[in-house]
Structures are given as structure tokens and as C-alpha cells.
């Protein structure tokens, strides 16, 4: 099969009309969405809102039931696409770090690049090295998940994704399963992505992430999007009654 042809003007992801049902449940209703290139969007909004299911379906882990969801210009929801070619240059960390508990930390950061980019044994290790240097954990190369902190563990995780070259990154609550002391270190890794221009969609509980970090937010309530713009304005200045009702109860 070709390689995947991106279309390098096109928003990094554009959402068109999306719905999906679980069965008789209708979780997301139209949405219309879109993330430049370079750009950290962060997502927002209760339980139950949508938007870890919005995540999911952009790199097709949940299927759409209808509309279109396109990554660089190509078309995620074509049923012919080579989603295991797509999904090699989207990043994606889950709040469960799902590492392989049998594999050292460097072996858990080789695999795929080995069996789904076909590097060497060589090559891989050198990257894989790279990005465990850029999130401070390179000391632990040798290390099993289990003699690891959640959080030490989560870093691993992005280090991981991180290690096949994505050219975007998807973070579904990644700091939801830490303790609050280990928080900071994974938002910390977070945020040198976004400084070094990494596209990035957060679906997040950390407003002060979202405000600091990035460049557009978005709350989600019932299935829609409620409201988004800038996050300092959204923080500070909700439009619709939902947000205000909303962030009175986490800010």
C-alpha cells in the first residue's frame, strides 16, 4: 500500500459533523472541530461529556458513527485508509500508562519502532534513549514498569509515543490516574512539547495547564461543544451559563 500523502496546508485535525452512538446512546451530536499544526487544544467538561469519545475517534479507536474526521488533510474515517499507517504519526497516551509489564523500559520503548516503523535494533535504541533524556528518566533505561512511580511510569508512556516520531499527539486525562505530587512532572514533560511546537489535543482536568499551556479550549457538555476560544478568556469569562455553572464548581 502507498504511504499516507498529508496534505501539509491542511489543519492538523479537522472534525466534520461527528456523531456516535453506543447503541440507543447518542454521546456526541455534530460536532465540527479543528487543530492547527503547533497548536495545544485542550478539552474540557464533566463526566460522561463526550470527550475522551471525541479523542478516541480521531485516531479511530472508537468508530464514528457518522460524519468525517480528517488528520493533515487525510480522510481517518475512509474505509480504505491504512489506519496502521495513520496511527504511526498520531501520538496517543492513555490515563493507564498500558506498558508492557514484561519489557524493560527500553524494550517497551522499541518495539514498535522496530515491528510498525521497521527501524534497526540500533537506530531504535538511539532514539528510544533520546526521549527517555527528554523526560528525565534516561537513569532508568533497565527499569520494569512495576518498579516505577505512576508518574515516572506515565513519562515512560509519552516517551514511548514520543519515540515514533508522531507528528501530533492525543493525551486522553493523562494525569488522572497519579497521585497530585506526581502531577507536575508529566505536565512539566507536557509543556517543553508544546514550547518545542508539538500539536497537541489534551482532554484534561488541569485548568491551570489549559490556561498556561493552551492556545484554544473547548468544554464539552451532553454530547456538543458548549463554547471555546481563548483559555484565559473561556477561564476567565464563560459566555454560556453551562461553562459559568461548570467552572464555578473546579476552579
Request: proline share 5%.
Amino acid at each position: 500500500m502507498p504511504d499516507i500523502q498529508v496534505d501539509t496546508n491542511a489543519p492538523a485535525i479537522d472534525v466534520q459533523e461527528l456523531h456516535k452512538y453506543f447503541g440507543d446512546n447518542q454521546v456526541l451530536t455534530g460536532i465540527d472541530f479543528e487543530v492547527d499544526r503547533g497548536q495545544v487544544v485542550c478539552v474540557i467538561g464533566p463526566s460522561g461529556s463526550g470527550k475522551s469519545t471525541l479523542l478516541r475517534c480521531v485516531n479511530r479507536l472508537e468508530e464514528p458513527t457518522s460524519g468525517k474526521i480528517f488528520v493533515e488533510g487525510v480522510e481517518v474515517t475512509d474505509p480504505d485508509v491504512d489506519l496502521d499507517q495513520l496511527r504511526s504519526r498520531i501520538g496517543m497516551v492513555f490515563q493507564q500508562f498500558n506498558l508492557f509489564p514484561h519489557l524493560t523500559v527500553l524494550d517497551n520503548l522499541t518495539i514498535a519502532q522496530t515491528k510498525v516503523k521497521k527501524r534497526g535494533k540500533d537506530e531504535a535504541r538511539e532514539i528510544a534513549r533520546a526521549t527517555l533524556e527528554k523526560v528525565g528518566l534516561a537513569h532508568r533505561e533497565d527499569a520494569y514498569p512495576a518498579h516505577l512511580s505512576g508518574g515516572q511510569q506515565q513519562r515512560i508512556a509519552i516517551a514511548r509515543a514520543l519515540s515514533m516520531s508522531p507528528d501530533l499527539m492525543l493525551f486522553d486525562e493523562p494525569t488522572s490516574a497519579l497521585d497530585p505530587e506526581l502531577v507536575g512532572d508529566v505536565l512539566d514533560v507536557m509543556k517543553d512539547l508544546a514550547a518545542e511546537g508539538m500539536t497537541m489535543m489534551v482532554v484534561t482536568h488541569e485548568m491551570g495547564f489549559a490556561r498556561e499551556v493552551g492556545h484554544k479550549l473547548v468544554f464539552m457538555d451532553g454530547g456538543v461543544i458548549v463554547e471555546e476560544g481563548d483559555p484565559k478568556e473561556v477561564l476567565g469569562n464563560p459566555q454560556q451559563e453551562r461553562t459559568q455553572s461548570f467552572l464555578s464548581k473546579v476552579l
